[in-house]
């Protein structure tokens, strides 16, 4: 499945080092399944989105992708940057072990063949 991380950063200039400043706003991580984490403001989670191809309003409780998809181009200009980096989300089907455990039964295993 792939997760998605969104950034939202606004940028504001500082006069006395003559340069812009980015300040995170917002992370939003989520997937098909939904919004699963929000660090800063929660309120762009609020913000509808128009899909110019269908005409359709989309917010992110109708359709998390595609939303975070044009969000971008919704309000990624000016001094608002939006970022948005997918990753695949690794499910296993297997139990997790503990390397430690296994490793320390293995060397007792060793010793005991001694």
């Given at each position: 499945?792939?997760?998605?991380?969104?950034?939202?950063?606004?940028?504001?200039?500082?006069?006395?080092?003559?340069?812009?400043?980015?300040?995170?706003?917002?992370?939003?991580?989520?997937?098909?399944?939904?919004?699963h984490?929000?660090?800063?403001?929660?309120?762009?989670?609020?913000?509808?989105?128009?899909?110019?191809?269908?005409?359709?309003?989309?917010?992110?409780?109708?359709?998390?992708?595609?939303w975070?998809?044009?969000?971008?181009?919704?309000?990624?200009?000016?001094?608002?940057?939006?970022?948005?980096?997918?990753?695949?989300?690794?499910?296993?089907?297997?139990?997790?072990?503990?390397?430690?455990?296994?490793?320390?039964?293995?060397?007792?295993a060793?010793?005991?063949?001694?």
């Open positions: 499945m792939i997760m998605r991380q969104i950034t939202i950063t606004q940028f504001n200039f500082e006069p006395d080092i003559k340069t812009f400043v980015g300040q995170v706003m917002a992370v939003i991580d989520l997937d098909a399944d939904g919004v984490d929000v660090r800063g403001s929660a309120h762009y989670l609020e913000i509808p989105v128009t899909d110019l191809a269908s005409g359709r309003s989309i917010r992110v409780t109708d359709d998390p992708m595609r975070s998809d044009l969000l971008a181009e919704t309000i990624g200009y000016g001094d608002i940057e939006v970022a948005v980096e997918d990753s695949v989300k690794v499910t296993f089907d297997q139990p997790s072990f503990e390397p430690d455990i296994v490793a320390t039964e293995a060397l007792s060793l010793v005991h063949e001694r």
